[in-house]
């Protein structure tokens, strides 16, 4: 299985509601990311985990909240968002291999609108 | 730091003509190398990658790629444009192992290829 999957496709969301995006991939890959995307531009790196474990945190707003269950499943709670939130919201993982260049393997995404 | 620059917003080619999206990269040592495609409302796809021997790297859907270090650039090439390779095309450099393994994108190059 060569597939990053990410649910909800879409998600619609006021200011003052909680919700998750969730990821997962059963490559084994032992890094995974969440990344921002706006219109037409490159993703935005908001967070990195590697074994598990938050390794980057690209200063991102607290009303975003990485979680890592395990080594297969990726979580993104959401609270208190803005307008400027809404976005495409991108999960990756890769295989932390040496020497093998490390390709990321993209999910389809989440396609946010917080009004 | 490392750095790529993607110098067209848009390529406009027409079906059956080759195209080139051009790519330069700035980083510290021997680079990694990406390129990756995203269709409207998808994730991004890997389509190749450059880590070390033969300067013309090979990938999906036809792709190439020449690595050229005098003039730090990673072009993308097909020999036959397809309609459908109309999409959002995006550059990406990392440190080679033992540097941080996160990569960094270039803007992006839309390809409009023209029936």
């Known amino acids: 299985d060569t597939e990053v999957t990410q649910t909800p496709k879409h998600l619609v969301m006021g200011m003052t509601n909680k919700k998750s995006l969730k990821c997962e991939q059963h490559?084994?890959?032992?890094?995974m990311y969440w990344y921002k995307q706006k219109a037409k531009k490159p993703p935005e790196l908001m967070f990195v985990?590697?074994?598990?474990?938050?390794?980057i945190n690209e200063s991102v707003p607290s009303r975003f909240s990485p979680e890592c269950p395990n080594s297969s499943l990726l979580n993104l709670h959401l609270h208190a968002l803005q307008p400027e939130d809404s976005a495409l919201y991108l999960c990756a993982s890769s295989q932390l291999s040496t020497g093998q260049g490390d390709e990321q393997f993209f999910g389809p995404g989440t396609r946010l609108t917080v009004l | 730091a490392q750095s790529v620059a993607q110098p067209e917003d848009q390529v406009n080619v027409a079906e059956g003509n080759p195209l080139t999206v051009k790519c330069t990269y700035s980083?510290?040592?021997?680079?990694?190398l990406f390129w990756y495609v995203q269709y409207p409302n998808r994730g991004l796809q890997f389509l190749l990658k450059?880590?070390?021997?033969?300067?013309l790297v090979k990938g999906s859907y036809g792709f190439e790629a020449e690595f050229n270090k005098s003039q730090t650039s990673f072009h993308l090439k097909k020999p036959s444009a397809l309609v459908s390779d109309s999409a959002l095309y995006f550059c990406?450099?990392?440190?080679?192992?033992?540097?941080?393994?996160?990569?960094?994108f270039g803007r992006g190059t839309s390809l409009i290829v023209h029936p």
């Open positions: 990406a450099v990392r440190p080679p192992s033992g540097g941080s393994y996160i990569p960094t």
């Open positions: 490559m084994g890959h032992r890094a």
């Open positions: 450059y880590i070390t021997g033969d300067n």
């Open positions: 985990y590697s074994y598990e474990k938050l390794s």
């Open positions: 980083v510290s040592g021997n680079p990694y």
